[in-house]
């Protein structure tokens, strides 16, 4: 009896080595797919959701980054020139949706490092940009207060840019 419980042991113990080792097969079979739909600009802070931040209101630099991404498959063969605007109708359908009253953080508050940047040929992003903070000052935000910052992306060159992280949507809070 032990002897067939033994061999039924080893009988199971090979049959499941077999089913693993087939399991690591390394072909995959993928339905025809074109590479240039899958390239895409898009800003990479932006896979996040909101992204929030707590400045402190003192003199010292004070910045966070963005940027823009060539997603797909290899790199852009000519530069890709985007642009960066502030874009206040995110706020306000953020507000609607949500049923938040953020503000837009006044334009005295900050000063994008460019509006305009390229995605140079062979390269995948633009240089990390900074978003720098003014918080002393006439011109200073209120304190313990949340504004909001979202930051979108554009192109006028003929390549699609992923409409869901097309937007980085900054929280600043000044303490």
Known sequence: MKKILLIITRLFI???LLVALHACDDKVN??????????????????DGLV???????ADA??????????????????????????????????????TQYALLPQTCYQLEAVNALIKMGERSTPPLKISFSTLGADAPESD???????????????????????TIFVIKFE
Request: net charge negative; charged share 15%.
């Open 62 to 99: 004070q910045y966070v980054l963005y940027g823009a991404y060539y997603g797909g498959e290899g790199v852009p063969n000519a530069d890709i020139p985007v642009q960066f605007t502030v874009n206040q109708t995110v706020v306000d359908s953020m507000n609607t949706a949500n049923g």
């Open 145 to 167: 207060k949340e504004y909001m910052l979202p930051i979108s992306l554009e192109t006028k060159a003929a390549i699609k840019i992923n409409p869901e992280l097309k937007t």
């Open 30 to 47: 993928l339905p025809p797919q074109s590479a240039a739909d899958y390239i895409q600009l898009y800003m990479p802070q932006a896979t």
């Open 14 to 16: 090979a049959t499941c």
């Open 52 to 58: 929030h931040k707590t400045l402190s209101m003192d």
